[in-house]
């Protein structure tokens, strides 16, 4: 009640302090976010990407997890045309791509910039072809059977022809495929070339008789990591997502 030193506690006010402070404390603690440490934590996390992004992002996450989080799962699913809606609502927690366009609560980190080049047989013709500086003439590859990589755009894939970009068509299309890690058989013993992202050949060459073609023309894009607004402000994700970033640096 208010009295001539200002406002003060009635007996039924004071009475009731404690609870009142109490109930203040529950709620504080309510919304306190707990503190996350990540040897301690159990979390599966789901993310979207194409094998593209499970080699060269998720591979080395995976292996520092297992060092500093070792309670973390990572599982890998798919991109299709529900992922950002299964982002948004949960079923999945973070997703790997060059999507540019995302609507409103979506947020994105680009991670590196990423260029094409050309994945060979070792001993393929077009090596003794290259320019001077090691580069891949785009013309002369255009003779040999190229593969195609598929990626997931909306809900269907689509052929990625970096020839054809580039204003050199090849002259024969072998094959088609949404899988990037299966070229190293795919090239054996023929004479077929693959265009695909440079980080990524460049382990698939370390890890098979194949050689990898820098190619001198304008092909970088992003690649990117995507989050929803849903756990923007979680600091289990927020530490994950800053690992992911510091590891492809």
Not at 124 to 135: C, N, Y
Not at 201 to 211: D, N, Y
């Amino acid at each position: 009640m208010r009295g001539c030193h200002g406002n003060t506690l009635t007996p039924r006010g004071e009475s009731l302090r404690p609870a009142v402070g109490e109930a203040l404390d529950a709620i504080s603690s309510l919304f306190e976010q707990e503190v996350f440490e990540p040897s301690n934590t159990k979390l599966s996390v789901r993310v979207a990407s194409t094998d593209h992004g499970a080699t060269v992002v998720l591979a080395p996450l995976v292996q520092a997890l297992a060092t500093l989080a070792p309670g973390i799962t990572v599982e890998i699913a798919p991109w299709g045309d529900q992922t950002l809606s299964d982002l948004e609502t949960g079923r999945l927690d973070l997703a790997l791509d060059v999507e540019s366009h995302l609507p409103e609560n979506f947020h994105f980190r680009a991670l590196f910039k990423e260029k094409y080049a050309c994945l060979v047989r070792q001993g393929h013709p077009l090596l003794k072809t290259l320019r001077r500086d090691g580069s891949l003439n785009p013309g002369l590859a255009s003779a040999y059977p190229q593969i195609v990589l598929l990626y997931p755009v909306g809900n269907r894939p689509e052929g990625d022809d970096v020839l054809a970009r580039l204003g050199h068509p090849a002259k024969r299309i072998a094959l088609k495929t949404p899988y990037f890690t299966s070229a190293p058989l795919l090239l054996a013993n023929t004479d077929d070339l693959i265009f695909l992202p440079s980080r990524l050949g460049q382990t698939l060459a370390q890890s098979a008789p194949l050689s990898l073609i820098p190619l001198h023309a304008d092909t970088a894009f992003d690649y990117r990591l995507i989050w929803h607004e849903r756990t923007q402000k979680d600091a289990g994700f927020g530490w994950l997502r800053d690992q992911i970033y510091r590891l492809v640096q």
